[in-house]
């Protein structure tokens, strides 16, 4: 494939840009961007290879406030007791007088949505000509047999704007729809794992909520995978591509695969209107919260799951940090345990894991990795693919990743899958994406 020199590229904005409007095409669908959040890893292009139009990593531009939906870094957020936007914002200063636009004694609100997660513009697509790569797709799946170290090759080397234009040039080059033909000419788990790659993150993340959701019962945990920690701008994409492919709204299925309280807080989440990061707010908030959360568990008989979902949902994950130190502060009990406790079921496993995520992001997607091919088994195949393709599509993230898989919890991924996953094409493809 040759790209141009492409100086756009990189995460976007922090966890993914919420509502902003795209620019034009001609920037790939990304505005340039300014430096990350501390702690970020900037997001690089592919190595060697098919890609060495791109820069090298030295001459890349510096980036925006960039981060993948998945990863505000643990070092972004403030400490215990100082629960105020960052520097820039004002943490620390007195909060000013009131004036036009702002509240009485509070800092201006100068907060930026972030922009989408890279590939979750469905209209952006790198520049260059990926012809050379929609013909070697074709060929590994034309005539008697296929190719499935070709497709393997091919599929999980581009970056989610390259793997745009490969799929577009596919349809106009060869006039054929790629998913389709990798459907006809694979099954399994392995269609499930090129899949993956070729629908692009913001198509992954759609058909894998879509079989959540297919058939009798739901997949409680693979909505949970797909839907938690996200930004508004990507659940604001997620639910406008699964409306495009699957000629209904996100919602009403959610609503008729859910019920209850259950029901009711996936209808607030997916409104998409937390706060963005970066937010203001104090610690009087911070406290009235506690005290909520507390009044709705521990304070008395029974539990009042949209109390708690409401301070979920209207705190930025920041806040939700400071409001477990303070809990814990506070009622000498952590806040995790509380909700383990006092909850159960699927409401239950969304909060911790909004909490988790809130308060490690690296550690949150280490565990669902580890929880995927747990050392005695069975392999939860369907999830390890869904979280390794995931995390793929951000590769310095993911590299993070895989330190505190080591360190933290003393797991090396690819001994367990070259252990546990029966060898052939599938184990061959997860190793290529690690």
Same mark, same amino acid.
Request: net charge neutral; hydrophobic share 35%; glycine share 8%.
């Given at each position: 494939?040759?790209?141009?020199?492409?100086?756009?590229?990189? =995460? =976007?904005?922090?966890?993914?840009?919420?509502?902003?409007?795209?620019?034009?095409?001609?920037?790939?669908?990304?505005?340039?961007?300014?430096?990350?959040?501390?702690?970020?890893?900037?997001?690089?292009?592919?190595?060697?290879?098919?890609?060495?139009?791109?820069?090298?990593?030295?001459?890349?531009?510096?980036?925006?406030?960039?981060?993948?939906?998945?990863?505000?870094?643990?070092?972004?957020?403030?400490?215990?007791?100082?629960?105020?936007?960052?520097?820039?914002?004002?943490?620390?200063?007195?909060?000013?007088?009131?004036?036009?636009?702002?509240?009485?004694?509070?800092?201006?609100?100068?907060?930026?949505?972030?922009?989408?997660?890279?590939?979750?513009?469905?209209?952006?697509?790198?520049?260059?000509?990926?012809?050379?790569e929609?013909?070697?797709?074709?060929?590994?799946?034309?005539?008697?047999?296929?190719?499935?170290?070709?497709?393997?090759?091919?599929?999980?080397?581009?970056?989610?704007?390259?793997?745009?234009?490969?799929?577009?040039?596919?349809?106009?080059?060869?006039?054929?729809?790629?998913?389709?033909?990798?459907?006809?000419?694979?099954?399994?788990?392995?269609?499930?794992?090129?899949?993956a790659?070729?629908?692009?993150?913001?198509? *992954?993340?759609?058909?894998?909520?879509?079989?959540?959701?297919?058939?009798?019962?739901?997949?409680?945990?693979?909505?949970?995978?797909?839907?938690?920690?996200?930004?508004?701008? @990507?659940?604001?994409?997620?639910?406008?591509?699964?409306?495009?492919?699957?000629?209904?709204?996100?919602?009403?299925?959610?609503?008729?695969?859910?019920?209850?309280?259950?029901?009711?807080?996936?209808?607030?989440?997916?409104?998409?209107?937390?706060?963005?990061?970066?937010?203001?707010?104090?610690a009087?908030?911070?406290?009235?919260?506690?005290?909520?959360?507390?009044?709705?568990?521990?304070?008395?008989?029974?539990?009042?799951?949209?109390?708690?979902?409401?301070?979920?949902?209207?705190?930025?994950?920041?806040?939700?940090?400071?409001i477990?130190?303070?809990?814990?502060?506070?009622?000498?009990k952590?806040?995790?345990?509380?909700?383990?406790?006092?909850?159960?079921?699927?409401?239950?496993?969304?909060?911790?894991?909004?909490?988790? *995520?809130? +308060?490690? =992001?690296e550690?949150?997607h280490?565990?669902?990795?580890?929880?995927?091919?747990?050392?005695?088994?069975?392999?939860?195949?369907?999830?390890?693919?869904?979280?390794?393709?995931?995390?793929?599509?951000?590769?310095?993230?993911?590299?993070?990743?895989?330190?505190?898989?080591?360190r @933290?919890?003393?797991?090396?991924?690819?001994?367990?899958?070259?252990?546990?996953?029966?060898?052939?094409?599938?184990?061959?493809?997860? +190793?290529?994406?690690?």
């Amino acid at each position: 494939m040759s790209y141009p020199p492409n100086n756009n590229y990189g =995460p =976007p904005p922090q966890q993914q840009p919420y509502g902003q409007p795209y620019p034009p095409h001609s920037q790939g669908g990304y505005p340039p961007q300014a430096p990350p959040p501390q702690g970020y890893p900037p997001q690089q292009p592919p190595g060697p290879g098919q890609y060495q139009q791109y820069p090298p990593p030295q001459s890349m531009p510096p980036q925006q406030h960039a981060q993948q939906s998945w990863a505000p870094p643990p070092g972004q957020y403030p400490p215990q007791g100082q629960y105020a936007p960052p520097p820039q914002q004002g943490q620390g200063q007195p909060a000013p007088s009131s004036g036009p636009g702002n509240a009485p004694g509070y800092p201006p609100q100068t907060v930026v949505p972030a922009p989408p997660s890279l590939g979750y513009d469905p209209d952006a697509r790198a520049p260059g000509d990926a012809t050379k790569e929609a013909e070697a797709l074709r060929k590994a799946m034309k005539g008697f047999g296929t190719d499935e170290a070709a497709l393997i090759r091919i599929l999980s080397t581009p970056d989610p704007l390259q793997m745009a234009l490969i799929r577009h040039t596919y349809a106009a080059k060869i006039g054929r729809d790629l998913e389709k033909d990798i459907k006809s000419e694979t099954s399994g788990k392995l269609e499930d794992a090129l899949l993956a790659l070729a629908l692009g993150p913001l198509g *992954h993340d759609v058909r894998h909520l879509k079989q959540a959701m297919a058939g009798v019962g739901t997949d409680e945990t693979a909505m949970n995978d797909v839907l938690v920690g996200r930004t508004n701008a @990507d659940l604001r994409a997620i639910k406008y591509a699964y409306v495009s492919t699957y000629k209904k709204p996100l919602l009403d299925d959610v609503k008729s695969d859910l019920s209850g309280k259950t029901e009711r807080f996936f209808e607030m989440l997916l409104q998409a209107a937390r706060p963005e990061p970066g937010t203001y707010f104090d610690a009087a908030s911070v406290d009235a919260d506690v005290r909520e959360i507390h009044q709705a568990t521990q304070a008395k008989t029974g539990t009042d799951e949209i109390g708690v979902s409401a301070v979920f949902l209207n705190a930025p994950d920041a806040k939700l940090v400071a409001i477990a130190r303070a809990f814990e502060a506070r009622y000498h009990k952590s806040l995790e345990r509380v909700l383990r406790d006092e909850f159960s079921g699927h409401l239950k496993a969304v909060f911790v894991a909004m909490l988790q *995520h809130a +308060m490690d =992001p690296e550690l949150y997607h280490a565990r669902k990795l580890a929880e995927c091919i747990p050392e005695g088994g069975p392999v939860d195949m369907g999830r390890l693919i869904y979280w390794m393709a995931h995390l793929h599509w951000n590769r310095p993230y993911r590299d993070a990743v895989k330190v505190r898989l080591q360190r @933290d919890l003393k797991v090396d991924l690819a001994s367990r899958i070259l252990r546990l996953v029966p060898p052939g094409d599938v184990q061959k493809c997860l +190793m290529a994406l690690w």
